[in-house]
C-alpha cells in the first residue's frame, strides 16, 4: 500500500517548514547552541507542531534522532500514571547524544485534566537534567500558569493562502498531478490554513486520477458546492423557509454533510451575498451561537433550521 502523504512528505529539516518563520528561527538557534529549554508549541490542527519537534531532533542528534526522541500521547485513556511510568523507564536509559539531553515530546497536552497536569509538572522537574519536554496542545490557555511558566512557549499559526498554495504545489510536483486553477482554489479554501488537511485531501482527490478538477476537490472534500449553500442562504433570506428547509436536508442526507461543516460554510459564504452590513453583523453573530451550541452537542438539524428562520427574518 502506498504511504500516506502527511508521513512521506513531513519535513525532516527545519528550513522545509513552511509559514512559521519566528518559530523556526527560534528553533535553530537551539540547534546552534545544542541546548533547549523545555518547551510549549501552541496552534491549531496541522500547522507543524509535532514535524517541528521531529525536525529539531533530526537536527539535533542527526543518525541517532530515534533514540533521542520519544512521543507520547498524554490522552492515553490509561491516565497519567501510565504516562508517568513510560517517561521514568525512558529517562532512566543513559543519553547516547552529547548534548546530554533526549527530548520527550507529548502530544494533545492540554487534554490532560488540571491534576494530571500537576502530576506532569513534577515529572517534568524530576527528570529535567537528562530530558527536555515538548508539550503540545491546541490551547495553551488549558495549561496550568506552573507549567507554562517552566516552558517556551511557541506559538503555530494557520498557514496562510500562499504558503497553502506553495505546499500543494510542491506535492502535486513530486506526484505529477495537474491541478486546475478552480481545483487549487477549492483546495487551499476548503484546506483553511491546515497542512494536513491540505495533504490528505490532494492524496484522496488524486487517488483515481492525475488531472485534477475542482469537482473531484469538492467530491473528496466532501463539501458542498459553493453555489448550493449560497442558494440555501439566498432562499432563506427571501422568507421561503420551507423551500430552505429542503435544500438543508438535501445537504445534510444526500451530501452526508455534517452540521458543522454546513455552518462553516455558512459562514464564508454570507461575506460572498450582498446584504444590509446591519443585517449581516446579526446573522454571523447567530452563526456563532449556532456554532458554539452545536460543538457543545445541541441538535444540529435543529441549530441549522433555526438558523435559516433567522435568515429570513
Ligand atoms: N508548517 C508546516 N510546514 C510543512 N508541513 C506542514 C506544516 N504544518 C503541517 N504540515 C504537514 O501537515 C501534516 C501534519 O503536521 P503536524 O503533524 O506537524 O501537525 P500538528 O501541528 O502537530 O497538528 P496536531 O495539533 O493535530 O497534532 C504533516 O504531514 C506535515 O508535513
Ligand atoms: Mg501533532
Redesign the pocket.
Known amino acids: 500500500m502506498e504511504k500516506i502523504?502527511?508521513?512521506?512528505?513531513?519535513?525532516k529539516t527545519l528550513d522545509?517548514?513552511?509559514?512559521?518563520g519566528q518559530v523556526v528561527e527560534r528553533l535553530n538557534a537551539y540547534v546552534r547552541e545544542e541546548s533547549m529549554p523545555h518547551m510549549l508549541?501552541a496552534?491549531?490542527?496541522?500547522?507543524?507542531?509535532?514535524?517541528?519537534?521531529?525536525a529539531l531532533s533530526h537536527e539535533l542528534y542527526k543518525d541517532n534522532w530515534d533514540a533521542n526522541f520519544f512521543e507520547l500521547n498524554a490522552s492515553d485513556e490509561r491516565g497519567i500514571d501510565v504516562i508517568r511510568n513510560k517517561i521514568k523507564e525512558y529517562a532512566r536509559t543513559t543519553t547516547l547524544s552529547h548534548e546530554g539531553f533526549k527530548i520527550i515530546f507529548m502530544?494533545?497536552a492540554d487534554s490532560l485534566t488540571t491534576e494530571a497536569q500537576a502530576a506532569l509538572r513534577r515529572t517534568m522537574e524530576k527528570y529535567s537534567n537528562n530530558c527536555r519536554f515538548i508539550l503540545?496542545?491546541?490551547y495553551s490557555s488549558k495549561i496550568i500558569d506552573p507549567i507554562q511558566s517552566r516552558c517556551a512557549v511557541f506559538r503555530?499559526r494557520y498557514?496562510n493562502k500562499e504558503?497553502v498554495r506553495k505546499?500543494i504545489e510542491h506535492i502535486a510536483e513530486s506526484e505529477d498531478l495537474e491541478i486546475t486553477e478552480d481545483a487549487m482554489e477549492m483546495l487551499v479554501r476548503v484546506s483553511d490554513g491546515?497542512?494536513?488537511?491540505?495533504?490528505n485531501l490532494l492524496q484522496i482527490s488524486g487517488s483515481t486520477t492525475d488531472q485534477i478538477t475542482e469537482d473531484i476537490v469538492i467530491q473528496s472534500a466532501n463539501v458542498a458546492k459553493p453555489g448550493e449553500i449560497k442558494e440555501m442562504i439566498k432562499v432563506a433570506a427571501d422568507g421561503e423557509f420551507m423551500e430552505a428547509r429542503d435544500m438543508l436536508d438535501d445537504l445534510l442526507i444526500e451530501y452526508g454533510l455534517s452540521g458543522n461543516d454546513i455552518i462553516k460554510q455558512i459562514h464564508r459564504e454570507i461575506y460572498n451575498i450582498p446584504m444590509d452590513n446591519q443585517k449581516r453583523m446579526k446573522l454571523v453573530d447567530r452563526i456563532g451561537e449556532a456554532e458554539f451550541r452545536m460543538v457543545e452537542g445541541s441538535n444540529e438539524r435543529i441549530q441549522l433550521e433555526s438558523l435559516l428562520a433567522h435568515f429570513g427574518k
Open positions: 502523504w502527511t508521513e512521506k512528505y513531513r519535513p522545509r517548514v513552511y509559514g512559521q508549541f496552534g491549531p490542527a496541522g500547522t507543524g507542531k509535532t514535524t517541528c519537534a521531529i502530544d494533545e503540545s496542545c491546541n503555530f498557514l504558503h505546499w491546515d497542512l494536513r488537511r491540505a495533504t
